[in-house]
């Protein structure tokens, strides 16, 4: 399994002196470092979990987006979905696992699911760009997490300004 912090600071629960100074100027955030050993504990119980590539998270309160490299989805997420519920009791957050580098649309329905993702509009308005996620409103209900959460997570993931439209 390869983390943003090193095999020996996952193994020994404290950090070196590289991984200090990586935390210490925002490179990694604290959570990675959690996400990062709960990872490697994890994969000492359910096989194929050493062969993701953990990039980092993003937290926006009541949901976490651990993003690993693209084709690995199916190993952090576990058999029947184990890894992710281990995760989600861990950390007392709902978990989605994203692909780094996906397009928008793609990200986004990762996030929204079980909730239905109608399209991805770009609007240009006063020479800015400004994506607009549209899901219907009767699945309001079924989002992950809080519409801002949501709003949040997109925006860092992409480097985007994204808003949710519900139709």
């Known amino acids: 399994m390869r983390a943003p912090i090193c095999n020996i600071c996952l193994k020994s629960g ?3 002196q590289g991984c200090e100074s990586r935390v210490k100027d925002g490179k990694i955030s604290e959570l990675d470092v959690k ?7 994890l994969a000492q119980k359910h096989r194929g979990l050493e062969k993701i590539n953990f990039k980092h998270a993003i937290d926006a309160g009541n949901l ?27 950390f007392q957050a709902k978990i989605r696992i994203v692909e780094e580098g996906t397009e928008t649309r793609k990200l986004a329905q990762d ?8 399209g991805v509009n770009v609007l240009y308005a006063g020479g ?5 996620v549209r899901v219907p409103h009767s699945h309001l209900k079924r989002l992950p997490a809080s519409i801002n959460g949501i709003q949040t997570v ?12 519900f139709e």
């Open 14 to 16: 404290i950090l070196c």
């Open 35 to 41: 996400i990062s050993r709960t990872l490697f504990e």
């Open 111 to 118: 996030l929204l699911t079980p909730a239905k993702l109608l």
């Open 64 to 90: 976490i987006a651990l993003v690993v490299r693209r084709g690995e989805i199916r190993f952090a997420v576990g058999r029947g979905g184990k890894v992710v519920r281990a995760l989600e009791r861990r």
């Open 128 to 132: 800015k760009k400004e994506y607009r």
């Open 154 to 165: 997109l925006a860092k993931l992409t480097n985007k300004n994204i808003k949710l439209a």
